[in-house]
């Protein structure tokens, strides 16, 4: 007689702690955003039994971009998806900074090369939803009914004998752990530690996704480009092999109050925001088929991010001010390093604490940083300009290596290395 088969294809009899795997243990994850498809599949290859929940009846297919920076292309590597993720992105030649209205170039340092030769791996731009669809294809070929659509996690309680998750169709199950990837307006968070209360930054941010053959010389630079003004600043890279520009503009507004991936604005609107500025940045205005909007609130670091065999990932416990383009690759990292501490760990309540110890400090810096960044693309005076851009020009051209340098410690650290050594 055959033995049964677990999700990764290894008879149950040899998924073993002693090899590195997860005993038959069964993991609910709730939401199938980046943080959660990364998760359901970092666990898959721990050997868990895995079943992830989306309460939408379809993935999203937000139109926007995303930068993945080298410490999440890191993991994307150890689950076999860097070239599926490779072939649909843009690794961008180089990172710039420029004056929003003139153009005139602040510092522009290589990217491309430098990013896989001085943190290991690249630095890449891909559309949202082709990420998505990796992921999701990765997961459907590991464990074909792992995920349940139009299913929300509605509660969750646990005692002594276990966990039982209640579901938006009535139904209970019983689990080892609950993983609450379930966004920024995380219901698991509420009823872990109650109602947020966050703070409005007074910035708005217009999105949109322009066909590149609509630009002509007016496509934005092959790069990760940052443009910066007074209280505002703009973002523009390629997506899909060129095909697409991304368009990212931040205004210091306080009439608009919704966080919401499909909330629309009017072109009027957005060109008033970018009056006076560089033709590129209005021409992506002008050439947009939609553009959205989402208001910028701010949170302050969770007191904990874990009740027993309960755990947040990514925005549900640490959301970002997207001002250094790490929210989800903060998750992917989540992701990875929870999967190893259930695996290092005796049961799933200690695994999921080691997890937030692991996580805290670097969630935190990051949204430090996040929050400082705004001030340093807003600058307003002669004073603050010269004084904030005047040393990044000069060090970009004396001392590039100085420029990467200071990222090193977001894109330099590489989780997969060492969640194995702890
Ligand atoms: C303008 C902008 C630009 C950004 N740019 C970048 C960037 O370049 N790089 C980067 O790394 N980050 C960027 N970010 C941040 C990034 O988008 C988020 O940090 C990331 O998407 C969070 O992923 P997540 O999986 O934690 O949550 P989400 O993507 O919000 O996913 C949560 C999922 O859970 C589902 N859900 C909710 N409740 C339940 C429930 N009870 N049961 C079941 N399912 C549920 C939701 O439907 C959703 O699908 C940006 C953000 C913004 C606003």
Same mark, same amino acid.
């Given at each position: 007689m055959m033995a049964s088969c677990g999700p990764t294809g290894l008879p149950w009899w040899c998924r073993f702690d002693s090899i590195g795997l997860i005993p038959a243990m069964k993991a609910v994850i709730a939401g199938a955003g980046i943080g959660g498809l990364t998760a359901a599949l970092c666990l898959l290859q721990q050997g868990a039994d895995v079943t992830l929940y989306e309460q939408a009846s379809a993935l999203e297919d937000v139109g926007a971009g995303l930068q993945l920076s080298p410490n999440g292309c890191k993991v994307m590597r150890a689950l076999g998806l860097l070239a599926d993720i490779e072939a649909e992105a843009v690794r961008p030649e180089r990172i710039e900074m420029r004056f929003g209205q003139s153009g005139a170039m602040i510092f522009t340092i290589p990217l491309a090369d430098e990013a896989v030769? &001085?943190?290991?791996?690249?630095? $890449? =731009?891909? =559309? &949202? *939803?082709?990420? +998505?669809? +990796?992921? &999701?294809? *990765? $997961?459907?070929r590991q464990s074909s009914d792992a995920l349940r659509l139009g299913r929300a996690v509605t509660a969750y309680a646990q005692d002594e004998a276990g966990l039982t998750i209640a579901l938006s169709d009535g139904s209970r199950i019983a689990a080892d752990m609950l993983i609450g990837a379930d966004g920024i307006r995380s219901g698991i968070r509420t009823q872990m530690l109650g109602e947020e209360a966050p703070r409005f930054t007074g910035c708005m941010a217009w999105r949109a996704v322009v066909p590149m053959q609509q630009l002509g010389a007016m496509a934005p630079p092959r790069t990760a480009c940052v443009w910066v003004g007074e209280g505002k600043h703009a973002v523009t890279y390629h997506l899909r092999r060129g095909a697409l520009a991304n368009f990212v503009g931040v205004v210091e507004r306080a009439d608009w109050r919704q966080e919401s991936w499909t909330e629309e604005g009017t072109r009027e609107e957005a060109l008033r925001d970018f009056d006076g500025w560089h033709p590129v940045i209005r021409t992506l205005i002008k050439e947009a088929p939609r553009l959205f909007r989402w208001a910028l609130f701010d949170r302050d670091t969770l007191p904990r991010w874990t009740d027993g065999r309960v755990a947040l990932l990514g925005d549900a416990c640490h959301p970002m001010l997207p001002f250094m383009a790490q929210g989800a690759v903060m998750a992917i990292e989540d992701a990875w390093v929870l999967a190893q501490s259930v695996r290092q760990n005796a049961n799933a309540a200690e695994g999921l604490h080691a997890y937030e110890r692991a996580r805290k400090t670097r969630t935190s810096a990051v949204q430090a940083a996040a929050r400082a960044n705004a001030g340093i693309f807003h600058r307003r005076t002669v004073l603050g300009k010269l004084a904030t851009y005047g040393p990044m020009w000069l060090g970009a051209r004396l001392a590039p290596a100085m420029v990467h340098a200071r990222q090193d410690w977001l894109y330099g650290i590489d989780v997969v290395t060492s969640a194995a050594r702890g």
């Open positions: 030769l &001085r943190w290991g791996a690249p630095y $890449l =731009h891909i =559309h &949202r *939803a082709d990420l +998505v669809t +990796v992921l &999701r294809n *990765a $997961l459907t």
